[in-house]
């Protein structure tokens, strides 16, 4: 049973265990319906025929899939090793005691988490390019992404560094450490270790921001799938199967971030 | 607490495998390239042999014809030319996802010009859109731009133009059970879409101002949006929406084209010779007949009929 | 000229309005749907946890951008067409909603399972203690993640110009196109975007403060 189950019911006796047998079935048959009424949607529509989804079956398609998968990987990681440490220094600028360090991380973290990652990509598209300044295509993608990412996990670090037991820091403080030194050695650590659930999360949402690289042309696997299904005509097929990729990238981190969350557990 | 710091870097560990045999499995097999697909319909390769004889029947130029510190000669020493366009417009420049290999009216004639520098059809694509085609060719990122290109003073502004190689002009598109829409005038009130980036979305404002214009990012989003119901009518220029007619079926060019686009070459502005170049080896090819072969092997397969005409080199305003 | 900048203003106009619409109505849609995922997941029906778990895990892992081509051009291919406004908002709900879900799972961990077992020790039915002990109390850790899950819906109600919508960022960009002025153009639609997310932001503080216990 669920921990909210735990939390939210008692044990079932025979009449609850009877009622919740009933609404297993009937919810079993409510699903089964509607699982048969898509599929016949599907095949009504002549979208499960053969030649709609053999493309899928060849090697060559699976390794034009696969190279966009490699580029939406390592789209991913450049800007996750670009935003997450930005992240973390704006967080501490936002935390500390300067006012003037204070002030302009508070402004980029605004700023950035306001804007739609959108036209932060139409600004590096066309906006810079005006003003002189042109990147490459995977520039253009990568940067817009890690900036806006970087806002949000600064975010995050910030509150968690917050969300310490104030008494940590005063601890450490009465020991004769000086503020750096308490932050350094006591309440960046246990957050940082509080955080990684939140922190690999926000990696599996930079990693669907990657998707917009569709609008710098860029080869991620959103943009082959588009290839593929206007090449074969079979959007529809193309799109599912760019879907389940992500699903079952995204699932896996996802899943690590519940195993450390669980790992952690509630104290 | 040892146990627990090794968490993260184990997934970090996870991932950095999971990207090496990504790139393992797409970099080891190249035998995989060579593999043919039965390709569909409208993607060329039903002509693709005559497509490649064009290519390779087309003229060289001597070595004197390319001047020392030209771009011509920085070409030439480079082995290849970079070319902005893309890889997704039937007849015009189209990719094949298997082979990699680029066919269409563009593609040959960017392929031709490539030979005519260097001696091989070497093109290496470098995929622009309209917003960036310009930025691009300013900061020498490709030499050239053969990306169904129309010539316009602004433009002009900012890159050189050479040609106009091919005239087209926008059409509409509609589904083949639609006979309500015949000309342009049938487009008032009626939803209309096209590519968020090109310039039809304008003359659909100024020829049909009580259309509602929707943008789709590509070709085959508004050709579908056509197809499905979800817009009356899709705007282009007609040599694209035919590729899109001689590919499917469900959809019919109606009319004539109501703008007129002269498609131009587009060459970086700081180099006047390249343009005058590229304008020579127009004439040159447009008189021993390379330009009708390329023409009857791409466009010609959507269209029946003898080649048309090519426009008059410098004949449109900014070329 | 001032003629052509009150129409371009008069689009742009019309495009917030576009946004600001398929926000209110998205966010209703999610907020409601987020509800009844949620109820799914914590009832003790084992199918229906099963479709709360599937529906959370496939909507949050995949991108909302797929979701949206997936959903406007491939949708009509099985026979179901709808309108492209009608489209892109239901798609954002059944996004969001996964979001929602998971906001309202969490404030219910924050209770102490104490409570619940103090209110069952009082002989209060689960609907009693859901409403009367675990609900107020995981509300207010609520607020702040809602309003985070506002702000990113409002955001992302761009992308919608990637299919077609022209909502502001899709109207800006058409408007750009038109006069090649990139800068102004995207300066004033920042400043409107930032504009939005600070008043959610103000108006989430506003109710977190309200419904905050004083210590």
């Known amino acids: 049973m669920s921990e909210e189950s735990r939390l939210l019911f008692d044990v079932p006796g025979p009449r609850a265990r009877r009622r919740t047998r009933i609404a297993t079935g009937a919810s079993l048959v409510v699903l089964a319906g509607l699982l048969t009424l898509m599929i016949r949607q599907f095949a009504i529509h002549g979208e499960l025929s053969a030649a709609q989804w053999s493309p899928f079956t060849q090697w060559p398609i699976l390794r034009f899939l696969l190279t966009g998968i490699e580029q939406t990987l390592l789209v991913t990681a450049v800007a996750a090793a670009i935003a997450f440490p930005l992240g973390a220094v704006l967080a501490l600028a936002r935390l500390s005691r300067s006012r003037w360090l204070r002030g302009p991380a508070r402004v980029y973290g605004e700023l950035f988490r306001a804007v739609p990652l959108l036209l932060l990509l139409y600004v590096f598209l066309f906006a810079l390019p005006r003003a002189g300044v042109t990147f490459p295509v995977f520039w253009q993608l990568v940067l817009p992404v890690a900036l806006s990412n970087s806002a949000v996990v600064a975010e995050i670090f910030r509150a968690g560094v917050l969300a310490q037991d104030r008494g940590q820091a005063e601890a450490a403080y009465s020991l004769g450490m000086t503020y750096g030194q308490a932050m350094r050695w006591v309440v960046v650590p246990q957050a940082v270790r509080k955080l990684l659930p939140a922190l690999v999360s926000q990696l599996v949402r930079l990693l669907k921001d990657s998707t917009l690289g569709y609008v710098v042309s860029y080869l991620e696997l959103l943009h082959k799938a588009q290839v593929l299904g206007e090449y074969y005509h079979n959007v529809l097929p193309a799109y599912l199967v760019a879907a389940a990729c992500y699903v079952l990238i995204n699932g896996a981190l996802s899943r690590t971030a519940g195993w450390l969350e669980h790992r952690q557990g509630p104290q | 607490m040892g146990a627990r710091t090794t968490a993260p870097i184990r997934t970090l560990a996870g991932a950095v495998a999971a990207l090496a045999l990504v790139t393992a499995l797409t970099s080891c097999d190249s035998s995989g390239s060579s593999n043919s697909l039965p390709a569909p319909a409208g993607s060329g390769s039903g002509s693709a042999e005559s497509f490649d004889q064009v290519i390779a029947g087309a003229p060289v130029a001597d070595a004197s014809a390319i001047p020392a510190g030209s771009l011509m000669a920085k070409i030439r020493s480079r082995g290849s030319l970079n070319v902005g366009g893309t890889d997704a417009a039937a007849l015009f420049s189209l990719k094949d996802p298997v082979s990699g290999k680029l066919t269409g009216f563009d593609a040959g004639l960017a392929q031709m010009l490539a030979r005519y520098i260097t001696g091989k059809p070497n093109e290496n694509l470098v995929t622009v859109t309209a917003d960036t085609r310009e930025a691009l060719l300013q900061n020498g990122t490709v030499d050239t731009v053969f990306a169904t290109y129309t010539i316009t003073p602004a433009r002009a502004q900012k890159v050189a133009f050479a040609g106009p190689y091919y005239s087209s002009g926008d059409a509409i598109l509609v589904a083949a059970s639609n006979n309500g829409i015949k000309t342009v005038t049938d487009l008032a009130g009626r939803s209309v879409c096209t590519e968020s980036s090109s310039t039809a979305a304008n003359d659909i404002k100024q020829y049909a101002p009580s259309a509602k214009v929707i943008l789709f990012q590509t070709n085959a989003e508004c050709e579908q949006a056509v197809e499905q119901g979800r817009a009356d009518a899709y705007v282009l220029d007609q040599a694209l929406l035919l590729g899109d007619q001689y590919r499917d079926k469900g959809v019919k060019v109606v009319g004539t084209p109501f703008t007129t686009e002269p498609y131009g070459i587009g060459v970086p502005l700081g180099s006047p010779e390249m343009k005058a170049f590229v304008n020579d080896w127009l004439k040159l090819i447009e008189s021993d007949g390379s330009w009708a072969k390329l023409w009857q092997a791409t466009i010609g397969t959507a269209l029946t009929g003898q080649p048309p005409t090519p426009p008059v080199i410098g004949s449109a305003q900014g070329s | ?215």
Not at chain 3, 134 to 153: D, E, H, K, T, Y
Request: include cysteine; charge should be positive; glycine fraction near 8%.
């Open chain 3, 1 to 215: 000229m001032p003629r052509e900048l009150t129409a371009t203003l008069g689009q742009l106009g019309h495009g917030l309005l576009l946004t600001l619409a398929m926000t209110a109505l998205a966010f209703t849609g999610a907020l409601l749907l987020g509800v009844l995922l949620a109820l799914c997941r914590i009832s003790p029906v084992p199918p229906l946890r099963a479709v709360g778990t599937a529906y959370v895990t496939l909507f949050r892992n995949v991108p909302l951008l797929v979701l949206l081509v997936l959903f406007v051009f491939g949708l009509p291919d099985v026979g179901l067409l709808f309108s492209l406004f009608l489209t892109v908002t239901a798609t954002m709900a059944l996004y969001w909603a996964a979001f929602v879900c998971e906001v309202l799972r969490a404030g219910i961990r924050t209770v102490p399972l104490g409570q619940a077992e103090a209110a069952r020790a009082l002989g209060m039915t689960a609907a009693q203690c859901i409403r009367c002990v675990i609900l107020p109390q995981a509300l207010r850790s609520m607020v702040q993640p809602l309003a985070n899950v506002f702000i990113g819906l409002a955001l992302s109600t761009s992308l919608a110009a990637a299919v077609g919508v022209a909502e502001l960022t899709g109207q800006t960009e058409f408007a750009t196109l038109k006069y090649d002025d990139p800068l102004t153009g995207f300066a004033a639609t920042t400043v409107v975007y930032v504009l939005i997310t600070l008043s959610i932001g103000l108006l989430a503080g506003r109710i977190e403060r309200r419904v905050a216990i004083r210590r």
